[in-house]
């Protein structure tokens, strides 16, 4: 199903793609547990750049890192990469961090804030 119509990935899987790349980096670095989290990121933002067309079942790999780290919110970039060396795609999105009950914006907990600095 990700490639559309036109025989190529269709834009609404990059963000996917950035999606799952940012949560798994913080599952793997015991930033983000997503069952019992008391604090979780939404996304408020989103864009994509295409630079050139990915196809199933082509590899993808995605690169995250962190722009800018707020005191409740963080801007990540991304950039996605198929066969070649250049990035097919580059974008951005950003999550607040908000009460999982509440869903109001709350400090980035401490074990979160050392795992999203690595990446700055």
Same mark, same amino acid.
């Given at each position: ?29 015991? #930033?983000?547990?997503?069952? %019992? +989290? ?5 996304? *408020?933002?989103? $864009?994509?750049?295409?630079? =050139? ?13 962190? #722009?800018?780290?707020?005191? %409740? +919110? ?5 950039? *996605?990469?198929? $066969?070649?060396?250049?990035? =097919? ?32």
């Amino acid at each position: 199903m990700d490639n559309d119509a036109y025989g190529h990935v269709n834009n609404v899987v990059y963000y996917s793609w950035f999606d799952t790349a940012v949560n798994a980096y913080l599952i793997e670095h015991g #930033a983000l547990d997503i069952h %019992s +989290s008391d604090t979780i990121g939404l996304v *408020v933002e989103t $864009s994509c750049n295409y630079f =050139a067309p990915l196809a199933f079942p082509e590899p993808v790999h995605v690169g995250i890192r962190v #722009a800018k780290l707020g005191s %409740s +919110s963080v801007r990540y970039e991304v950039g *996605v990469f198929g $066969s070649e060396e250049m990035s =097919a795609a580059k974008g951005h999105f950003v999550h607040v961090y908000v009460d999982a009950r509440t869903r109001r914006p709350v400090p980035l907990p401490a074990q979160l804030k050392s795992v999203l600095e690595s990446l700055l």
